[in-house]
């Protein structure tokens, strides 16, 4: 298991290749990545500065990664995540999982971007033509980690 | 004494990253301590109020109103999480 929080950007097929190195049983390896957009809420984006709760951060992203280790068969999980200025067409996000089989994979890698979409103690503030702006939270995004709970 | 510390927006417009300060007798939780950080006036009254979504953690894990605070905690107020 491993969570990073870094400046610098990632090379996801080199975290593929490590997370799932020397382990013959993986079958299924998941990967999600987020990108920044050049547009939100109507506004154009020229870049964003992303601030975090360093120490929370990890121990919060931590807690979801062992939640869906107890909910699903999977091996490992990855989750790198930029802090800084970013601009259209970066990286922002890297969950990687892997398991024996797809679903599982799929499924929990799915799980833990919903719930550090909610949960982690990230902030974006976007610079935009109209000036700089701190990014609301979606209702869609609660809806979404909500949905787990849901089930079960 | 705890170390408050405030992120994002509400460390915009309280201009302060983080302060020290000696819990006030009547401060048992998180709603207290709200209600004393409100009490400031101005920008603390703006922010912490209810009019503006504010969540908050104490010792590094998310928590409510009811949360107990103790001497030597950490407690952070910010707005909801916009990460990913």
């Known amino acids: ?152 | 004494m705890v170390t408050v510390v405030y992120f994002a927006r509400l460390r915009e417009a309280l201009g302060k990253p983080s302060e020290q300060l000696a819990l006030p007798v009547d401060v048992r939780d998180l709603a207290g301590l709200r209600r004393f950080l409100m009490s400031r006036g101005g920008a603390w009254s703006d922010e912490l109020a209810g009019g503006k979504p504010v969540r908050a953690a104490v010792n590094q894990n998310m928590a409510q109103g009811d949360t107990p605070i103790h001497d030597g905690d950490e407690v952070a107020f910010f707005p909801p999480v916009t990460g990913g």
């Open chain 1, 1 to 152: 298991m491993g969570v990073r929080v870094q400046t610098q950007d990632f090379d996801t097929g080199r975290e593929i290749a490590l997370l799932r190195q020397d382990n013959p049983q993986v079958g299924a390896v998941a990967a999600f990545v987020g990108v920044v957009r050049d547009m939100n809420d109507g506004s154009a984006v020229a870049g964003m500065t992303l601030e975090h709760y360093a120490g929370m951060t990890e121990k919060a992203i931590a807690e979801i990664i062992e939640q869906a280790k107890a909910r699903w068969k999977i091996f490992d999980v990855l989750v790198v995540h930029r802090i800084g200025q970013l601009k259209p067409l970066d990286q922002i996000v890297l969950v990687v999982v892997s398991s024996a089989h797809r679903g599982d994979a799929f499924a929990a890698c799915e799980f833990v971007m919903d719930y550090l979409k909610t949960q982690a103690p990230f902030w974006k503030k976007e610079q935009t033509p109209e000036g700089a702006r701190w990014v609301e939270s979606r209702a869609s995004d609660d809806i979404a980690a909500e949905r787990w709970r849901r089930k079960g």
